[in-house]
Protein backbone atom coordinates (compact mmCIF):
# COMPACT_ATOMS: atom_id res chain seq x y z
CA UNK A 1 0.00 0.00 0.00
CA UNK A 2 2.86 3.10 1.52
CA UNK A 3 5.36 1.21 -1.24
CA UNK A 4 3.10 1.44 -4.24
CA UNK A 5 2.32 4.98 -3.22
CA UNK A 6 6.11 5.54 -2.70
CA UNK A 7 6.98 3.96 -6.00
CA UNK A 8 4.05 6.02 -8.22
CA UNK A 9 5.63 9.33 -6.34
CA UNK A 10 9.23 8.43 -7.20
CA UNK A 11 8.07 7.45 -10.73
CA UNK A 12 6.15 11.20 -11.12
CA UNK A 13 9.38 12.62 -9.74
CA UNK A 14 12.13 11.07 -11.97
CA UNK A 15 9.88 11.84 -15.19
CA UNK A 16 9.16 15.08 -14.69
CA UNK A 17 11.97 16.26 -12.85
CA UNK A 18 14.99 14.20 -14.00
CA UNK A 19 15.09 12.67 -17.16
CA UNK A 20 12.43 15.20 -18.96
CA UNK A 21 14.97 17.75 -21.14
CA UNK A 22 14.31 21.48 -21.38
CA UNK A 23 13.99 20.94 -24.90
CA UNK A 24 10.76 18.74 -24.08
CA UNK A 25 9.68 21.84 -22.11
CA UNK A 26 9.80 24.25 -24.03
CA UNK A 27 8.15 22.50 -27.13
CA UNK A 28 5.26 21.41 -24.78
CA UNK A 29 4.61 25.29 -24.24
CA UNK A 30 4.31 26.10 -27.76
CA UNK A 31 2.55 23.69 -29.16
CA UNK A 32 0.44 22.31 -25.63
CA UNK A 33 -1.44 19.17 -26.81
CA UNK A 34 -0.36 18.71 -30.68
CA UNK A 35 3.06 18.21 -29.12
CA UNK A 36 5.20 15.22 -29.88
CA UNK A 37 7.15 16.04 -27.00
CA UNK A 38 4.03 16.12 -24.89
CA UNK A 39 3.63 12.96 -25.63
CA UNK A 40 6.73 11.26 -25.35
CA UNK A 41 6.87 12.72 -21.97
CA UNK A 42 3.16 10.84 -21.12
CA UNK A 43 4.94 7.41 -22.08
CA UNK A 44 7.61 7.89 -20.04
CA UNK A 45 5.35 8.13 -17.31
CA UNK A 46 3.48 5.53 -18.72
CA UNK A 47 6.71 2.99 -18.81
CA UNK A 48 7.29 4.48 -15.23
CA UNK A 49 4.16 4.08 -13.59
CA UNK A 50 3.48 0.15 -15.32
CA UNK A 51 6.85 -0.60 -13.76
CA UNK A 52 5.63 0.89 -10.15
CA UNK A 53 2.84 -1.35 -10.20
CA UNK A 54 5.12 -4.23 -11.07
CA UNK A 55 3.00 -4.50 -14.73
CA UNK A 56 0.35 -6.03 -12.54
CA UNK A 57 -3.11 -6.36 -14.90
CA UNK A 58 -5.38 -5.92 -12.37
CA UNK A 59 -3.89 -2.01 -12.15
CA UNK A 60 -4.91 -1.15 -15.41
CA UNK A 61 -7.51 1.28 -14.99
CA UNK A 62 -5.28 3.31 -12.40
CA UNK A 63 -2.65 3.06 -15.00
CA UNK A 64 -4.78 4.39 -17.53
CA UNK A 65 -5.62 7.08 -15.03
CA UNK A 66 -2.74 8.12 -14.37
CA UNK A 67 -1.16 8.24 -17.73
CA UNK A 68 -4.09 10.20 -19.67
CA UNK A 69 -4.56 12.67 -16.58
CA UNK A 70 -0.88 13.67 -16.93
CA UNK A 71 -1.61 14.13 -20.47
CA UNK A 72 -4.06 16.75 -19.98
CA UNK A 73 -2.89 18.37 -17.50
CA UNK A 74 0.12 18.72 -18.88
CA UNK A 75 -1.88 20.17 -21.82
CA UNK A 76 -3.58 22.53 -20.56
CA UNK A 77 -1.06 24.11 -18.15
CA UNK A 78 0.76 24.84 -21.64
CA UNK A 79 -2.16 26.37 -23.05
CA UNK A 80 -2.74 28.60 -20.10
CA UNK A 81 0.99 29.88 -20.06
CA UNK A 82 0.76 31.38 -23.31
CA UNK A 83 -2.01 33.75 -22.00
CA UNK A 84 -0.25 34.57 -18.48
CA UNK A 85 2.59 37.04 -17.82
CA UNK A 86 5.03 36.33 -15.49
CA UNK A 87 4.37 39.28 -13.33
CA UNK A 88 0.70 39.71 -14.42
CA UNK A 89 -0.78 38.64 -10.67
CA UNK A 90 0.50 37.42 -7.52
CA UNK A 91 -1.52 34.38 -7.42
CA UNK A 92 -2.07 33.18 -11.06
CA UNK A 93 1.18 33.26 -13.18
CA UNK A 94 3.64 30.66 -13.99
CA UNK A 95 4.89 29.93 -10.84
CA UNK A 96 0.89 29.26 -9.06
CA UNK A 97 0.60 27.11 -12.34
CA UNK A 98 3.54 24.73 -11.86
CA UNK A 99 2.50 24.70 -8.33
CA UNK A 100 -1.33 23.36 -9.41
CA UNK A 101 -0.02 20.85 -11.95
CA UNK A 102 2.31 19.41 -9.14
CA UNK A 103 -0.32 19.34 -6.87
CA UNK A 104 -2.76 18.06 -9.54
CA UNK A 105 -0.89 15.00 -10.14
CA UNK A 106 0.24 14.06 -7.12
CA UNK A 107 -3.44 14.79 -5.80
CA UNK A 108 -4.33 11.87 -8.62
CA UNK A 109 -1.66 9.52 -7.63
CA UNK A 110 -2.92 9.49 -3.83
CA UNK A 111 -6.57 9.08 -5.10
CA UNK A 112 -5.29 5.93 -7.44
CA UNK A 113 -3.77 4.50 -5.01
CA UNK A 114 -6.82 5.36 -2.28
CA UNK A 115 -8.80 3.16 -4.84
CA UNK A 116 -7.42 0.22 -4.78
CA UNK A 117 -6.62 0.87 -1.08
CA UNK A 118 -9.17 2.51 0.75
CA UNK A 119 -7.30 1.23 4.19
CA UNK A 120 -4.36 3.50 3.56
CA UNK A 121 -6.41 6.13 4.11
CA UNK A 122 -9.12 5.68 6.72
CA UNK A 123 -8.23 8.73 9.17
CA UNK A 124 -10.37 10.69 10.81
CA UNK A 125 -10.07 14.54 10.59
CA UNK A 126 -13.40 16.84 11.65
CA UNK A 127 -14.80 18.61 8.63
CA UNK A 128 -14.87 21.44 10.65
CA UNK A 129 -10.98 21.31 11.36
CA UNK A 130 -9.94 21.44 7.95
CA UNK A 131 -12.30 24.88 7.19
CA UNK A 132 -10.49 25.82 10.34
CA UNK A 133 -7.43 25.51 9.10
CA UNK A 134 -8.25 27.32 5.90
CA UNK A 135 -9.71 30.07 7.20
CA UNK A 136 -6.74 30.27 8.89
CA UNK A 137 -4.13 29.87 6.56
CA UNK A 138 -6.19 32.99 4.41
CA UNK A 139 -6.34 34.95 7.31
CA UNK A 140 -2.37 34.75 7.64
CA UNK A 141 -1.26 34.99 3.82
CA UNK A 142 -3.54 37.17 1.28
CA UNK A 143 -6.20 38.64 4.16
CA UNK A 144 -3.59 39.72 6.90
CA UNK A 145 -1.63 41.58 3.79
CA UNK A 146 -4.21 43.64 2.72
CA UNK A 147 -4.89 44.99 6.40
CA UNK A 148 -1.41 45.71 6.90
CA UNK A 149 -1.44 47.82 3.63
CA UNK A 150 -4.34 49.53 4.79
CA UNK A 151 -2.88 50.00 8.34
CA UNK A 152 -0.12 51.73 7.39
CA UNK A 153 -1.05 53.42 4.16
CA UNK A 154 -1.24 57.03 5.85
CA UNK A 155 2.28 56.21 6.58
CA UNK A 156 3.81 55.56 3.42
CA UNK A 157 7.05 57.29 3.08
CA UNK A 158 8.12 59.04 -0.04
CA UNK A 159 10.65 56.94 -1.06
CA UNK A 160 8.29 54.30 -1.08
CA UNK A 161 6.14 54.82 -3.70
CA UNK A 162 9.24 56.72 -6.04
CA UNK A 163 8.60 54.71 -8.93
CA UNK A 164 12.67 55.18 -9.35
CA UNK A 165 12.80 52.12 -6.25
CA UNK A 166 10.92 49.93 -8.07
CA UNK A 167 14.22 48.22 -10.10
CA UNK A 168 16.42 47.71 -7.02
CA UNK A 169 13.57 45.53 -5.70
CA UNK A 170 12.05 41.93 -6.48
CA UNK A 171 8.16 41.98 -7.94
CA UNK A 172 5.64 41.33 -5.00
CA UNK A 173 8.98 40.29 -2.82
CA UNK A 174 7.28 42.29 0.35
CA UNK A 175 4.02 40.27 0.07
CA UNK A 176 5.79 36.84 -0.58
CA UNK A 177 7.96 37.92 2.77
CA UNK A 178 5.09 38.61 4.51
CA UNK A 179 3.15 35.33 3.53
CA UNK A 180 6.56 33.16 4.56
CA UNK A 181 7.14 34.92 7.85
CA UNK A 182 3.61 35.02 9.02
CA UNK A 183 3.15 30.83 7.91
CA UNK A 184 6.65 30.44 9.63
CA UNK A 185 5.17 31.95 12.95
CA UNK A 186 1.84 29.85 12.65
CA UNK A 187 3.99 26.39 12.52
CA UNK A 188 6.05 27.84 15.38
CA UNK A 189 3.27 28.50 17.78
CA UNK A 190 1.21 25.86 16.77
CA UNK A 191 4.02 23.25 17.28
CA UNK A 192 4.78 25.34 20.67
CA UNK A 193 8.17 26.53 19.62
CA UNK A 194 7.81 30.23 20.64
CA UNK A 195 11.62 30.63 20.81
CA UNK A 196 11.52 30.32 16.76
CA UNK A 197 9.10 33.68 16.65
CA UNK A 198 11.94 35.38 18.39
CA UNK A 199 14.67 33.97 16.29
CA UNK A 200 12.36 35.37 13.21
CA UNK A 201 12.55 39.09 14.65
CA UNK A 202 15.75 38.70 15.10
CA UNK A 203 17.14 37.50 11.90
CA UNK A 204 14.89 39.85 9.72
CA UNK A 205 16.21 43.06 12.00
CA UNK A 206 19.81 41.64 10.99
CA UNK A 207 18.83 41.95 7.58
CA UNK A 208 16.47 45.07 7.51
CA UNK A 209 19.61 46.84 9.67
CA UNK A 210 21.79 47.71 6.85
CA UNK A 211 18.74 49.11 4.51
CA UNK A 212 17.87 50.79 7.08
CA UNK A 213 21.25 52.59 7.65
CA UNK A 214 21.62 53.39 4.51
CA UNK A 215 18.34 55.00 3.84
CA UNK A 216 19.15 57.67 6.35
CA UNK A 217 15.25 58.44 6.89
CA UNK A 218 13.10 58.09 10.23
CA UNK A 219 10.18 57.73 8.18
CA UNK A 220 11.39 55.02 6.33
CA UNK A 221 12.36 53.01 9.52
CA UNK A 222 9.49 54.01 11.31
CA UNK A 223 7.10 52.42 8.10
CA UNK A 224 9.05 48.98 7.99
CA UNK A 225 8.95 49.06 12.38
CA UNK A 226 5.06 49.51 11.81
CA UNK A 227 4.66 46.87 9.02
CA UNK A 228 6.65 44.43 11.00
CA UNK A 229 5.23 44.73 14.04
CA UNK A 230 1.76 44.86 13.11
CA UNK A 231 2.31 41.59 10.68
CA UNK A 232 4.28 39.63 13.98
CA UNK A 233 0.83 40.48 15.90
CA UNK A 234 -1.58 39.88 13.13
CA UNK A 235 0.33 36.48 12.86
CA UNK A 236 0.48 36.04 16.58
CA UNK A 237 -3.42 36.69 17.34
CA UNK A 238 -4.28 34.42 14.27
CA UNK A 239 -2.13 31.54 15.49
CA UNK A 240 -3.55 31.68 18.99
CA UNK A 241 -6.97 32.01 17.81
CA UNK A 242 -6.70 28.65 15.82
CA UNK A 243 -4.77 26.64 18.52
CA UNK A 244 -7.67 27.71 20.77
CA UNK A 245 -10.24 27.13 18.37
CA UNK A 246 -9.24 23.75 17.50
CA UNK A 247 -9.51 21.88 21.15
CA UNK A 248 -13.26 23.24 20.51
CA UNK A 249 -13.97 22.22 17.56
Known sequence: MTLLLLKLLMAHLVADFLIQPMSWIKDKEQRAFVSNKLVLHSLVHAVLYAMAFAFAPQYWLGWLVLVVSHY?????????????RQEQSLFFNRRSLFIMDQLLHVGIIVAVVGYYFPELYEFSIAVE??????????????????????LISRWSPVNIDDPGQTNHSLANAGSYIGFLERLFIFVFIVTGHWEGVGFLLA????????????????????????????????AIAISLGYVYLKGVV
Do not use: C, M, P
Open 72 to 84: VIDGFKSVSNRYI
Open 129 to 150: QLWLLAITLLLITRVSSIVIKV
Open 203 to 234: AKSVFRFGDLKEAHDRRLTEYILIGTLISFGL
